[in-house]
Every structure is written in C-alpha cells, then in structure tokens.
DNA sequence: GTCTATGCAAACAATTTGCACAATG
DNA sequence: CATTGTGCAAATTGTTTGCATAGAC
C-alpha cells in the first residue's frame, strides 16, 4: 500500500528513487509523461541542487523542444507535493532537489557545487533558552562548506 | 553631534543607530541626503524585515515622487556595505533589515510579522559529527514561530 | 474518448540600466 | 563647481497564464 512496500530499501541516503518520484506522482493523480519521467531521473542521480535553467538545460538533450514552462509548471508541482524541496541561493537564485523525506535531518552544502550531505544533529534538541513568546513552529539550519572535491580543485 | 551625544549608546540589541548608518554611508563615501536620512530612520524603527515595496510605501509617505529603482539602489548598497542584511522569505520574496553588526547571533523570525529577535545560542559551538571532508565556511540557524501579538491576532 | 500535459506566445512581477536634471559636499 | 544621487522610461530577468493541440489513461 504505502510506497514502502515489502522489502523496499531506500537509497543510501533516503531520496526517493525515481520509481518512487513516479509513484507519488501516479498516487496525487499526475499522469507520467516521457519529460517527467526524465525530470525524475535527472532529480535522483544529482546530489546537489538545480536551477530551472540547469533543469531545463538537461531536459533539452533529449527534448530539444522541451518548454520553459513546463519544467516550472512540474518544479512547483513536484515541490507541492513535496517531492522536491525548494532552496532559495542568495547568489543563485531558486533551486531544487530530491527531498529526503523520511527523517528529520539538517544539510551540510557545497557552496561551489552545491552537492549536499545530510546529517542528524538537531540544535532544537538542545534545551535552549529563547526569548519572548514565541509559539515555534520551524526552523532552519544549514552548514555552508566546501567539499572534498572542490577544496582540491579551487586550491 | 550624534545623536546621543557623547555617552553612546548601542541600542538594545545592538543594531546600528540610524546615525551610525548615515555615518557608515559617509565613511564609505556616499553622500547624505534626506533619502537616506529617512531610509536610516525606517530601518532603526523597525524590527522586522521589509520588502523593497514596504521600503518604497514608507518613503512615499515622506517624498510623494521617490522612484522605485532609488529604493533599490539605496538598499543594494546599504546591504554591500553590511548596513542591512538580506533574507529571502520563500512566500514573500527578498526582504531587508538593519544588521546587527557586534556580535554573532541567530534570530527567532515571527513568520506573521517577520518581527525578529536574536538569541545567543549558536549550534555550531556543539561537537557534533559531520559527514565528509566538508571545509566550513558558513552556517545558518533560524528559528520561526509566531510572536506573542501574532499568537492572539491569528487566534 | 476523455481529460491532462505540453509548447507557444504573451502577460506579469521584480529588479536593473541609461540618461538628463537636481542636489550634496 | 565638480561629482554623485534621483526620477523617468525602458530594458532585462525570472516566472506564470491562456489557449489549441498532442498524448496518457
């Protein structure tokens, strides 16, 4: 019944794997098309985030026709559906990625590559004095790095 | 001479005063003028974050003809010179507030009135175990909740 | 066959740029 | 008075919408 199956076993870090981008997109009603189908696959074989632009730049090789709109029209549609989790670079713009969606967890991001790691540790867990009153309701937390590869290669 | 004379005093939360601001913008040598003045003063007067419309709507108040483009001249350069910083709200877009410049902090963001209160608590002083050879450069912690005006308004 | 997805063109919003005139230091 | 700031209009970029046709179920 639920995407879990019998013996399913996740991607090593929790993504949806294609098949199950096109099963939660079968589920909300969408119909699969040859554009979301490769959509899916460019979105589970990329560690890091995409632009439309990257999106539709991949698209374009096997859909050279393949429409600006489109791919926004299934960015925010796979994003409402919480297949994609949204990003929005303050040098880059509005990005993308496969959303990890069975565990809480924070990021640890490449800010040359943008290829991004997961890790447990949550700061709310800490007790933590706050001020004022506030009803908290989320929160956000991300290291910004380099990785190993880019170290080497922006020397 | 400043405002508060010689006894100066960082305001509560150490923000700049609108003063320090217009002397920030002097030492980088722009030049003061009642645009800026009033732009300072929206600045220190407000808590939360402002959209460049916000910005524009509040000048207009003071000079019925200010331009559009003077207010985003004026806030790009204001957040070059780390006068104000930059946040960009998924819903509401790219939104300003003044900076606080003395001490490293995070803030708790009333996702209602983008209110902002900051917090000295800093996970990054945790030992916590990250994945991969990541070099760090960055981080970012936000808390978002509703304030206590918020909690009672949106009952 | 019915209904959704796509591509095209056009609309729209947010932000930036070029230029002549106004204002600051 | 020399130079920077401003307002106006137009350009640019990123994203969304309306509509006819192609494609999925």
């Not at 981008?21 to 460019?42: C, E, F, N, P, V």
């Not at 979105?43 to 985030?49: A, D, K, R």
């Not at 989790?85 to 990890?100: N, T, V």
Request: proline share 3%; glycine share 6%; charged share 25%.
């Amino acid at each position: 019944m639920t995407k879990k199956g019998m013996g399913r076993v996740l991607s090593e870090q929790g993504h949806n794997s294609d098949q199950e981008m096109l099963a939660t997109m079968s589920r909300h009603g969408w119909r699969i098309t040859d554009q979301r189908r490769t959509l899916a696959q460019i979105f589970t074989s990329n560690e890091g985030y995409l632009s439309p632009k990257d999106v539709y730049d991949q698209m374009s090789l096997k859909y050279p026709s393949v429409s600006f709109d489109t791919v926004y029209r299934n960015l925010r549609m796979l994003s409402e559906m919480n297949v994609l989790e949204q990003f929005y670079f303050m040098e880059g713009g509005l990005k993308f990625k496969a959303s990890c969606l069975d565990h809480h967890h924070h990021h640890l991001i490449c800010i040359n590559c943008e290829k991004t790691l997961t890790f447990e540790y949550c700061p709310m867990e800490q007790q933590m004095a706050l001020p004022g009153n506030y009803k908290i309701l989320n929160h956000r937390f991300e290291i910004y790095g380099l990785c190993e590869e880019c170290q080497e290669s922006t020397v």
